[in-house]
């Protein structure tokens, strides 16, 4: 799995589901003699915006700590590859080892997180704002999305991490997220499977796992295809719904027009 972002409500998804829906990603074992990937040249091809918006900016005005949650390492901790890892070290100071101490007021179950850690990735936190681009992680780039897998195995596009979905304000906006950061994403995921097949089996865990969560809310879950298109999946048997993506859902507190945030935000 390239993505692994865990909330700070670790207990939650232990109260209502097995550890897999805790992980943003889905565990699939320890895998050994990795090939090598050139993540300089993942990043350098993988570096369009989400979004022509600053999408943390609409995000920020909602979080009491005042920075996108996306950001905010008492709500999401990025885990990138050892591969990666090494990489970053060489050639950034912008990244160091995951601290749980930093968020006391909100108690992590560090243990549990660090347990169910894959034992080839690491949890990291950045220096904050303002963000080094060039060095972001894998995590960061791809988030708020992961590869969507369907049952017969194969990779057909991008669906968000569904946790998010009050915290994210790209989510409540999906038909902001431009035509090159998808076509970015599917190439670099694309390689990324051809030479870890392995993590196409993480995400085809994980699509379950989302696929199942729709079912149990009885709605479809948006696919970013990778043909272009926008559709509505269900969950059951997996049959598209092309739609309009104006018209995906929004979530609160995002209700309201992409340019009408400012002026709804709670006021400080």
């Not at 022509?52 to 920075?67: Q, R, V």
């Not at 070290?89 to 990244?95: A, E, G, L, P, R």
């Not at 108690?107 to 169910?116: D, G």
């Not at 894959?118 to 303002?130: D, S, V, Y």
Request: with cysteine.
């Amino acid at each position: 799995m390239l993505l692994a972002f865990y909330t700070e409500n670790i207990s939650k998804f232990f109260q209502k589901s097995d550890y897999t829906k805790m992980m943003r990603s889905a565990k699939i074992g320890y895998v050994k003699n990795l090939p090598k990937i050139d993540f300089r040249k993942v990043y350098q091809f993988f570096d369009s915006p989400i979004t022509t918006l600053d999408c943390g900016e609409k995000c920020a005005i909602y979080n009491p700590n005042g920075i996108p949650f996306c950001c905010d390492i008492c709500h999401a901790v990025p885990a990138v590859y050892h591969q990666e890892w090494n990489y970053l070290q060489k050639n950034s100071n912008f990244w160091h080892r995951w601290k749980p101490n930093k968020c006391a007021e909100k108690p992590t179950s560090a243990e549990i997180i660090r347990e169910n850690l894959p034992e080839n990735m690491i949890l990291l936190a950045c220096r904050g704002i303002p963000c080094q681009r060039e060095h972001r992680a894998l995590s960061c780039r791809q988030f708020p999305f992961f590869p969507y897998i369907s049952d017969d195995f194969r990779f057909i596009g991008m669906t968000y991490e569904w946790e998010f979905e009050q915290q994210c304000w790209l989510i409540s906006n999906l038909s902001q997220v431009s035509a090159t950061y998808r076509q970015e994403f599917i190439n670099t995921f694309d390689e990324i499977f051809n030479q870890w097949p392995e993590e196409m089996e993480s995400y085809a865990i994980k699509s379950e796992e989302m696929r199942t969560v729709f079912l149990e809310r009885k709605l479809k879950l948006p696919i970013l295809h990778r043909n272009g298109k926008c559709y509505l999946l269900n969950p059951g048997n997996e049959r598209l719904s092309q739609v309009d993506p104006d018209h995906y859902r929004k979530f609160s507190p995002y209700l309201i027009k992409p340019n009408s945030e400012k002026s709804n935000a709670p006021s400080k």
